[in-house]
């Protein structure tokens, strides 16, 4: 079944808590361990369950296409061709049998390798090694001992209920085998393969899509038995038995990649959970950054509704990071829609500062009304950030709140070294701005006057001129020489307008 995170609807859950009742998705749990299925409830702190990519999964039925190109990946054309036509090169003899029986062996473990990492994730063949690796090959024999005890299962029928019987156990049999080739590959335990209450307990959790794979699987067995027939009719026996094999063994890994495929879809119902593995599909990389764990704690916050909380979160990140940019956007936020004037007054240099380096004009004529609210006659105390924020508004067209900004800035900031580039950015307001071309003469020349010694005087020159001219003013050249002044980006103003 189908579960969205609690905290954004149509994301596919990735965990589960079973005391909080909650699922989340992998962008609430970004510091899981989704390698070792590990993580804490963000609400309750303990252990949930992972599902995997239980609730994400594609549907088996949209995949037909990338099930017929299984086969094709370099790995198993590779284990297909060796299986297949080497032994059609060895003679007739006891060796020759011999090899044949291993590279048959061979296939049919390779066949529940597929199942198996299919079901694990990896929607990518096995690689070469994996089919002629020491390890693995009992399950060859435990499905000769499955197979054995099915027909004896039969026989029995038939001997105690006759004929009626043993073809009611046939078709459960036919019915039941693509299940117990599912839990022999996934369990490796004989007794589990042919438990027939085992069996239909896989067949009823995964409901209805198992019948339409068995329908499936049907078909590719006519399909695999038409194109080798097709192949014998229509071709020498030198180029159709090889190509028989060869289809024979493809039709084999596609249903075998088919059923894993199915455990991997039903999961969740099965009892087990996996993910796309080894980079099959993009963005499931792991994430264990701290600051995204304290984004989504503010996400799903901020959705139940614990502002306090919210604002804890970020107060306690300023403390140990003072200039974090991103926090103070969020912060910024909070306060705006809480209206929370007071810790606004309280935090003001850093968030003013904040939307200053992010040009957000608007975002700082709001924070200056709101503390003109708290503070009637509200004026900055750092003549740097004044600059600044007047430099912003002033490049946003705010005009008239970049002047007040730098009202009377040589009285409240005497001996500043920012004295210059406030007035030649309030000259450059007046003129630019407002189109008052006396008034930014006025504070050229006060500027020429008092500021003899700072690294813009020899501009107020050429500002003058264009002042005179009705020009408008232009920012100075950049200079990149060391101690230069700071450039008319960073100019501010003042005085009585």
């Not at 009637?376 to 490049?395: E, I, N, Q």
């Not at 007040?404 to 007046?430: C, E, M, N, V, W």
Request: aromatic share 10%; hydrophobic share 45%; charged share 15%.
């Amino acid at each position: 079944m189908k579960n969205d995170c609690h905290y954004h609807p149509g994301d596919p859950a990735k965990w589960h808590c079973g005391k909080c009742l909650t699922y989340y998705c992998a962008n609430c749990m970004p510091d899981a361990d989704m390698r070792k299925q590990l993580a804490l409830c963000p609400r309750c702190g303990d252990s949930m369950r992972y599902l995997g990519a239980a609730t994400e999964v594609e549907p088996f039925w949209n995949r037909l296409s990338e099930f017929f190109r299984y086969p094709f990946h370099p790995d198993p054309l590779i284990v297909i061709a060796i299986c297949t036509l080497v032994p059609m090169l060895l003679s007739a003899n006891l060796v020759g049998l011999i090899v044949s029986l291993v590279l048959a062996f061979v296939l049919l473990k390779y066949t529940y390798d597929v199942i198996r990492h299919t079901a694990e994730g990896h929607m990518k063949p096995p690689p070469l090694a994996a089919a002629f690796s020491g390890g693995g090959f009992d399950i060859v024999f435990l499905q000769f001992v499955v197979f054995v005890l099915i027909g004896g299962l039969i026989f029995s029928a038939g001997l105690i209920g006759g004929p009626l019987l043993a073809m009611l156990a046939v078709a459960f049999v036919m019915l039941a085998l693509p299940a117990s080739i599912m839990v022999l590959a996934m369990e490796h335990s004989v007794v589990a393969a042919v438990n027939p209450i085992n069996l239909a307990a896989l067949i009823s959790r995964i409901g209805w899509p198992y019948f339409l794979l068995y329908g499936y699987l049907i078909l590719l067995t006519l399909a695999s038995g038409a194109a080798q027939e097709f192949a014998v009719t229509h071709f020498d026996p030198v180029f159709a038995q090889p190509l028989g094999g060869f289809l024979n063994s493809a039709f084999t890994l596609v249903l075998f990649h088919m059923l894993g495929y199915l455990l991997f879809q039903y999961q969740e119902e099965l009892g087990f959970a996996s993910d796309l593995q080894g980079g099959d599909e993009p963005g499931q990389a792991e994430r264990r950054d701290r600051s995204e764990r304290l984004d989504a704690d503010i996400d799903m916050n901020l959705k139940d509704g614990n502002y306090d909380r919210v604002f804890s979160i970020l107060q306690d990140t300023l403390n140990k990071d003072s200039t974090n940019a991103h926090r103070l956007g969020q912060l910024h936020q909070l306060l705006t829609a809480r209206q929370d004037t007071a810790e606004l007054y309280r935090y003001h240099p850093r968030l003013l500062a904040w939307l200053a380096n992010n040009n957000d004009a608007p975002g700082l004529v709001g924070l200056l009304t709101t503390l003109e609210r708290v503070e009637p006659g509200f004026r900055l105390d750092d003549p740097a950030l004044t600059v600044r924020c007047a430099g912003t508004l002033y490049r946003q067209g705010k005009s008239k709140p970049a002047l007040k900004l730098l009202q009377d800035f040589h009285k409240r900031f005497p001996g500043s070294d920012q004295l210059a580039p406030a007035y030649i950015l309030a000259a450059q307001t007046l003129a630019n701005g407002l189109g008052q071309w006396d008034k930014a003469i006025a504070f050229l020349k006060f500027v020429q006057k008092r500021c003899k010694n700072h690294p813009l005087h020899d501009q107020i020159g050429t500002y003058l001129a264009q002042a005179e001219q009705r020009q408008p003013l232009k920012d100075p050249k950049a200079n990149f020489s060391v101690g230069s002044g700071p450039s008319f980006g960073a100019l501010p103003q003042t005085h009585e307008f």
